[in-house]
């Protein structure tokens, strides 16, 4: 399982970034791919999750409720983290991962898959 995480930058408050994360060795509609991020000198976070097609759910954090959202293409085997308004404390690697960890939803594993983080900053 390989997930490439791509679409960080450097961005103002306010603004907006649409994160990517391809996946191969998995089909992302039968599996929990779930955003997390972990800002400097904090621990890693949960940030969103979509459950497999079958249930079809999304959770976010609600630190980030009503400004992210996370979609699946399932032809591209690909899942998108859109993130509007975008404020600094929202600074951080976002990675994804075959997992989820929300007060909402839990889902981790021994054989969760994570990749290699793309940075997002937020900053005027």
């Known amino acids: 399982v390989h997930l490439v995480e791509s679409g960080g930058g450097l961005v103002q408050p306010g603004g907006s970034l649409r994160l990517s994360c391809a996946a191969s060795?998995?089909?992302?509609?039968?599996?929990?791919i779930g955003w997390f991020r972990q800002a400097p000198g904090k621990e890693r976070e949960g940030v969103s999750c979509?459950?497999?097609?079958?249930?079809?759910?999304?959770y976010h954090a609600d630190s980030v409720k009503g400004r992210f959202t996370i979609s699946r293409d399932n032809a591209k085997n690909t899942v998108y983290l859109q993130m509007n308004r975008l404020k600094p404390e929202d600074t951080a690697v976002y990675y994804c991962?075959?997992?989820?960890?929300?007060?909402?939803?839990?889902?981790?594993?021994?054989?969760?898959?994570w990749g290699q983080g793309t940075q997002v900053t937020v900053s005027s």
């Open positions: 991962a075959t997992a989820c960890s929300l007060s909402q939803r839990y889902y981790r594993t021994s054989r969760e898959s």
């Open positions: 060795g998995l089909t992302v509609d039968d599996d929990v």
């Open positions: 979509i459950d497999r097609s079958s249930d079809g759910d999304t």
